[in-house]
């Protein structure tokens, strides 16, 4: 049987995963005027009541990550001794980066930093020399080690069970709760929470990226953006991914990975070099000093006195959104980490993922935020009444701005294609019977989830808003929170069998 032969699905969990997100699905598009205002009220109870546990589960998730980077079991191979890696490192850093960032890196990078530069945390003044301080450099701290981290550790605890237990499933169901309950009915409950989660969390992402594409392209072309246009760009993407995903991870997944690889290098030195280079530079190390200096309290302020509403709003917001793509990311990055070992993986993640994710945000934040300070273009403005069109509009003020505008666009289109390439793999994994190392889901299986994650987007697009958007992330990681408590307990379980006590 070759890697890509047809492969049974398990008819339980595919059944339940399409059927529920139709059921969501559907409902926004027909209701979703009326659906609003409950989602958001919803999203502040959530935030609001259990917010400090999505706080204690990344802050959970770095003491756990250290503790096996530094320990004896870092040294642990998944695989057999004399496996070896299936792809170049630089190819594995490359899809793993580009399954755990996306189309929406582009969107938070060039916008975050206004949100904090009007509504600053800390009682700071808005726009003031402080808030600037603190606007470029959370960005780096929501985007840094601890977004990586949330994502590492499922990685680790599904290679354990998927390379050593040997266990035939890339589910989550067998990380938490081994080969003998993962078929049972809580197993397919985890299953289904987290393909709910990963079309959620993907939906999120691709409702907040594809609006900014529509308006790059109604740029480009001198006309209005409309909703329309922006289904066209959902269309686009789910098209692109599609093929991609079809073609499988050698000829699809891994080739488009490279390609963005060297684009995203192209685009962020030319930005670097014609835009502010000094500015940029200068601002980027000092937010880097000011995320470092500050990090403890950043990850622990909980906002009890003034209750100013900015942790619920972005902090929980984000742990939120890393919690809901984890076990995706986990499951994607198993796939592709044959012969590699637990230490090499977390140092890869959240060392390579955060400075990757920092140089862009260091790159397209700085460049928006000099452009208004120094007047040349109304960002803050501009991102206010409308965040998607603003980061083209920056991007059109370089030198040759057209010409960077198309490159930017097609950069955003292969980062939303290669995140959601990895999405329908790993949602076609979830749903199969038995997957073995080195191989792939059938191909239609992975062509029918690439399609199922573009009609979530299109329903949250309808509704509009992006705390509309923001919210459905959030209420699809809640039960994969709890989810993740039994993971670490099985692979600290399986750590002592296999390996002893430290």
């Not at 642990?76 to 490359?94: H, L, N, Q, R």
């Not at 930017?408 to 790993?426: K, L």
Request: glycine fraction near 10%; aromatic fraction near 14%.
């Amino acid at each position: 049987m070759t890697a890509d032969s047809p492969k049974p699905i398990d008819k339980t969990v595919f059944s339940l995963a399409a059927v529920t997100t139709l059921g969501v699905s559907v409902p926004l598009l027909v209701f979703g005027d009326m659906l609003e205002t409950g989602i958001t009220d919803l999203y502040n109870i959530v935030a609001t009541e259990l917010g400090l546990l999505f706080q204690w589960a990344a802050i959970g998730s770095m003491v756990i990550l250290a503790w096996l980077a530094f320990g004896r079991y870092g040294r642990i191979k998944f695989g057999d001794a004399d496996d070896k890696p299936e792809f170049s490192t630089v190819s594995w850093i490359a899809m793993l980066f580009s399954s755990g960032v996306g189309g929406g890196l582009l969107y938070w990078a060039g916008v975050e930093w206004a949100f904090y530069y009007e509504n600053p945390p800390f009682g700071a003044e808005p726009k003031s020399t402080e808030a600037i301080k603190w606007a470029t450099s959370y960005g780096l701290f929501h985007w840094g080690f601890t977004a990586w981290c949330i994502y590492a550790l499922p990685t680790i605890a599904l290679c354990y069970s998927f390379y050593l237990r040997k266990i035939p499933f890339l589910r989550l169901s067998a990380a938490v709760m081994g080969e003998k309950n993962c078929s049972s009915f809580a197993g397919r409950l985890v299953d289904l929470f987290f393909m709910l989660g990963l079309i959620g969390g993907a939906g999120t992402a691709l409702a907040l990226t594809t609006p900014m594409i529509s308006a790059s392209l109604a740029e480009l072309l001198g006309t209005e953006r409309t909703i329309w246009l922006d289904v066209l760009s959902v269309s686009i993407c789910v098209l692109l991914f599609g093929v991609s995903v079809y073609m499988g991870l050698e000829k699809g997944i891994k080739k488009l990975a490279d390609a963005n690889f060297l684009l995203s290098l192209l685009l962020l030195a030319f930005v670097l070099i014609a835009g502010p280079t000094g500015f940029i530079l200068a601002m980027g190390t000092e937010s880097i000093g000011t995320m470092v200096n500050n990090v403890f309290t950043m990850i622990t302020w909980t906002d009890p006195v003034e209750k100013t509403g900015f942790v619920g709003s972005w902090t929980v917001f984000y742990w939120a959104w890393w919690i809901a793509f984890a076990p995706f990311v986990g499951i994607f990055v198993t796939r592709i980490s044959k012969g590699r070992t637990i230490r090499e993986i977390i140092f890869a993640m959240c060392v390579f993922g955060s400075m990757g994710a920092w140089a862009f945000y260091i790159v397209l934040g700085n460049f928006g935020l000099e452009l208004e300070l120094s007047g040349a273009l109304p960002v803050a403005k501009m991102i206010a009444e409308d965040s998607h069109a603003a980061v083209p509009a920056m991007i059109m003020q370089l030198p040759f701005g057209t010409f960077a505008l198309v490159v930017f666009t097609i950069v955003t289109i292969i980062y939303v294609a290669t995140t959601y390439d990895s999405a329908s793999y790993t949602l076609a994994s979830a749903a199969t019977k038995e997957l073995h190392a080195s191989e792939n889901p059938g191909r239609w299986h992975r062509l029918f989830w690439a399609v199922v994650l573009g009609i979530l987007p299109i329903g949250l697009m309808f509704i509009g808003g992006t705390k509309v958007v923001m919210s459905a992330t959030l209420l699809a990681a809640l039960p994969l929170m709890f989810a993740g408590v039994f993971m670490c307990r099985t692979l600290m379980k399986w750590l002592k069998e296999d390996f002893g006590e430290l």
